[in-house]
């Protein structure tokens, strides 16, 4: 198993500028140029995906966490871009993919995204996840190996020791004390999209998953991501994902939270792009 902190050296550096607002993020995160648009139906399930393709490269799965979509990736997106072929979705009720009336459990979303990867990609991904997209990701991993090359958790989810709506939220508040404005303006805009009848419904299903049960059955390669000032994913629960993780490494973003995208893609990208070398 490899370890790491985040502060070995890089073989590159990438020049990505941090958005001085809400305006500049937008930019960013609502162009669709060169975008293929797909999209996976099952029943009032929809997962819309957006493809920017980079031939003969790896290919990148982006899932987003609660309250997000697609969109949320946009600083991120555009860095890897440059040297992958990026796939982001917007799950069903998120973004722009409708509302269903129930909302799948976790094992069952993550064979959803399955089926629209082998109907619509056809070949093994990086899978990458933040937040509650970790447990999307660590299921279609566990579920769906042939399907997954490697896996990136960023900012995995959810601590067992504060598995409540009420914690969550106390712990995502005292993240965002610590960050600019940006996110928070980034994260209302995204779940007033979504809607707060879905997003309850969401966390209902994704507090209800012990991502702990599915973790040692991920024998892919995994880079662990934890955002140094991350309140939501404490150091005691990145270590203990990273060791249950057969073959993972483990780095820290420094100077990020929870939300370690929204204000640069810096330093993310660039271990995601050594991790896919």
């Not at 997000?68 to 799950?91: H, K, P, T, W």
Request: glycine share 8%; proline share 8%; with cysteine.
């Amino acid at each position: 198993r490899r370890t790491g902190s985040g502060g070995a050296p890089y073989p590159r550096r990438m020049h990505v500028p941090t958005p001085a607002g809400l305006a500049e993020w937008r930019e960013v995160a609502d162009t669709a140029v060169d975008a293929a648009v797909a999209s996976h139906v099952e029943g009032d399930h929809v997962l819309l995906l957006r493809r920017w393709r980079r031939e003969g490269a790896p290919t990148v799965l982006l899932v987003h966490g609660i309250g997000m979509g697609q969109q949320y990736f946009g600083l991120l997106r555009e860095a890897l871009s440059a040297e992958l072929d990026v796939i982001a979705l917007d799950l069903p009720g998120f973004g722009s993919s409708p509302e269903p009336a129930e909302s799948m459990p976790m094992p069952e979303l993550a064979d959803f995204v399955a089926d629209a990867l082998r109907g619509i990609v056809g070949e093994p991904v990086i899978a990458l996840g933040h937040s509650m997209g970790t447990q999307v990701v660590a299921e279609l991993a566990a579920r769906h190996p042939e399907a997954v090359d490697r896996v990136v958790l960023i900012a995995p989810t959810v601590n067992p020791r504060e598995r409540s709506g009420w914690q969550q939220a106390w712990r995502l508040l005292q993240d965002l004390a610590n960050d600019p404005p940006i996110v928070a303006l980034v994260g209302a805009r995204m779940c007033a999209q979504t809607g707060l009848r879905w997003y309850l419904r969401k966390l209902r299903s994704m507090l209800a998953h012990d991502v702990r049960d599915v973790l040692p059955r991920v024998l892919q390669p995994t880079l662990v991501i934890r955002g140094e000032e991350d309140r939501v994913v404490p150091e005691d629960w990145a270590a203990e994902v990273h060791g249950l993780l057969p073959h993972a490494e483990l780095r820290i973003a420094r100077g990020k939270g929870h939300e370690a995208m929204v204000t640069g893609a810096e330093p993310v990208a660039r271990m995601v792009m050594e991790f896919a070398a």
